[in-house]
């Protein structure tokens, strides 16, 4: 961690919500668990904005299919899971080399436009979404990966201490949101509602006088 990452310099209302840190919701649909030997298929992220009274709202959705990297390996059990035909024309499924460069670039371009130092990953299950970006990342030899390498929020984990429910169909439901299951296990769909999830968490804390915090007196 660099110095600069240390002590960020807060300006905006967004960047004092999260030590400097612009969450960005992400959701992977892929070709199994392991994320150094199995195909990411599909990506998305969704990026935030904040009100002037700190009320966190869902943003842009930026998505794509992915072609598998070569070599990788696809489970038939992850295939029927997720609906995905790797084969499919209409899936216009592009490389990671390209695709993944550009997703990243408007995450920077939101991460500065709200006055933040770096974007911090939003996912349910948040490790095995970040542990598939970073390998991607990695694999494409991409040197400007706008996600903090390690750290993430885990709104299966928020959820849980919100509305005693970790699966994110369910969370939702208890939320009082609705879920499709029909439409779930697409990337952008459940990107979507794990952010409205994140946000619906952190406007209710604030609501119950949770943050701001007390300034010591």
């Not at 030590?19 to 030997?37: C, K, Q, S, Y």
Request: glycine fraction near 6%; charge should be negative; charged fraction near 20%.
């Amino acid at each position: 961690m660099t110095p600069a990452e240390e002590t960020p310099e807060i300006k905006t209302l967004f960047a004092q919500r999260f030590r400097g840190f612009l969450p960005v919701i992400v959701d992977v649909e892929t070709g199994g668990f392991n994320a150094h030997t199995d195909a990411l298929l599909e990506v998305a992220a969704v990026t935030l904005r904040m009100d002037d009274d700190g009320t966190l709202h869902r943003d842009e959705t930026f998505a794509c299919h992915l072609d598998p990297f070569e070599g990788a390996n696809i489970e038939q059990s992850a295939l029927d899971f997720t609906g995905i035909d790797p084969s499919s024309p209409d899936r216009d499924a592009q490389p990671e080399m390209i695709a993944l460069p550009e997703i990243f670039s408007s995450i920077r371009k939101a991460v500065k436009a709200n006055g933040c130092t770096r974007a911090v990953m939003v996912a349910h299950n948040a490790h095995f979404d970040l542990g598939f970006i970073n390998a991607a990342a990695d694999r494409c030899q991409i040197k400007r990966n706008p996600f903090h390498p390690f750290s993430c929020f885990d709104t299966a984990t928020l959820a849980g201490l919100a509305f005693g429910q970790t699966v994110l169909a369910k969370a939702c439901v208890a939320a009082g949101m609705e879920f499709s299951n029909s439409q779930a296990h697409s990337a952008a769909y459940d990107a979507e509602k794990t952010a409205d999830l994140f946000c619906l968490i952190v406007n209710k804390w604030q609501s119950m006088g949770g943050w701001p915090l007390p300034e010591n007196g």
